[in-house]
Structure formats: structure tokens, C-alpha cells
């Protein structure tokens, strides 16, 4: 079904910006100077990686939409004077603001997935972990081991601006690891 919408609004935003084309009134908001496709390539772009980054959860793809629109306000006209770069340096603040509370996580899963992404951790359940480190053995070989942790704490809280994680693995001899992790922007910090 994803792929049906994805479709129709390709398909539509594709008509609407290279077939039927800007009115005068969204064109007369842009510098005489600049090249009309330009901005219709990144309106198109804009839309499509916005909505396939909805639909296929590609978050890739909030990157390229974020770009866009960054570069349509710089097309744009602003008034004469001391305040054109002001305008714009508020307008790009403000969209940054948004997109960075747009990527910022709100469910405990974007953590969960940080620390299986790491290479000595698997959570596959809520209760313990897996860690895989390697050791040298007395014939000076290297081998893998594994060691199963059990999760004693883990919380995730959101703000708007950034989310915070956190989880507490012990293993059978009482020694405890913490894992702190800060999201902004979408990314994963770990402290």
C-alpha cells in the first residue's frame, strides 16, 4: 500500500512542478536571476524524500529533504536592506529547529537499536544481552566469547530537543555495565 502512495504522490508532485509549472505569484517570490528549475527540482525532491522517508522509514532520506528546503530559502526574494540575511538566517534556524525535533526519537525501540547496533552488544529481549568480546586463549589464539547479561535498569525519556537512554547490564559475577546514551538530531551520542 506504501508503494500505491508513494506512486500517486510521485506522480502528482511531478505534474504539479514540471508539467503545470509555478504560478507568477510563488515565481515573483523568487530571485529574477536564479533558474526556475532549480526550484522546482527542489520542491520535487523536498516532497518525494520527505514521503518516502514516511513511508519506508529511509532516514537517509529526511537528509535530502532538509537540504532542499535549505536550498528553496535561499532562492527566495527577502526584503531590501540590513535585514535580508537576518530573515533568512531566522527562517533557516527555525527549520533547523524543526528538523531536529523531527529526528530526535520518541520510542524506547531507536535506543534499543543504538546499542545492537554497537559491535559487542545484542538485546534480542527485554530482560538480557548478549555480549561478544574476544579473548586470547594459552596457545595465543584468538576466540570469540559470548556472555549473557541480565538488564537491570534501562529507562529511554524524550524531550523535545533531544532524548536520553539508559541501561544497566550485570552479569553472573555481580560486575555491572552502563550504557548513557543523548540523541540529537537523530543521532545517537554515547557519554
Not at 508539467?19 to 507568477?24: A, D, E, T
Not at 529511509?58 to 535585514?83: H, Q, V
Not at 541480565?150 to 529507562?155: C, K, M, P, R
Request: with cysteine.
Amino acid at each position: 500500500m506504501n508503494y500505491v502512495f508513494m506512486v500517486l504522490i510521485f506522480i502528482f508532485s511531478f505534474y504539479q512542478f514540471f508539467i503545470k509549472g509555478f504560478n507568477k505569484e510563488i515565481m515573483d517570490t523568487f530571485n529574477s536571476n536564479s533558474i526556475s528549475n532549480i526550484a522546482h527540482y527542489l520542491s520535487f525532491g523536498a516532497i518525494n524524500s520527505f514521503f518516502a522517508n514516511r513511508f519506508f522509514e529511509i532516514d537517509w532520506m529526511l537528509w535530502i529533504t532538509f537540504y532542499s528546503i535549505i536550498g528553496i530559502l535561499i532562492c527566495k526574494k527577502t526584503e531590501k536592506g540590513e535585514r535580508k540575511y537576518s530573515q533568512k538566517l531566522i527562517i533557516f534556524l527555525i527549520v533547523f529547529l524543526f528538523f531536529s525535533i523531527y529526528r530526535v526519537p520518541t520510542h524506547p525501540a531507536s535506543f534499543e537499536k543504538y546499542i545492537n547496533s554497537k559491535e559487542m552488544y545484542q538485546c534480542v529481549t527485554r530482560w538480557e544481552c548478549v555480549k561478544i568480546s574476544s579473548e586470547i586463549s594459552e596457545h595465543d589464539s584468538l576466540r570469540a566469547k559470548a556472555e549473557i547479561l541480565s538488564i537491570n535498569g534501562y529507562t529511554f525519556d524524550w524531550y523535545v530537543l533531544y532524548a536520553k537512554g539508559y541501561i544497566q547490564l550485570a552479569n553472573d559475577k555481580g560486575n555491572i555495565e552502563e550504557i548513557n546514551g543523548v540523541n540529537i538530531c537523530g543521532f545517537w551520542i554515547e557519554y
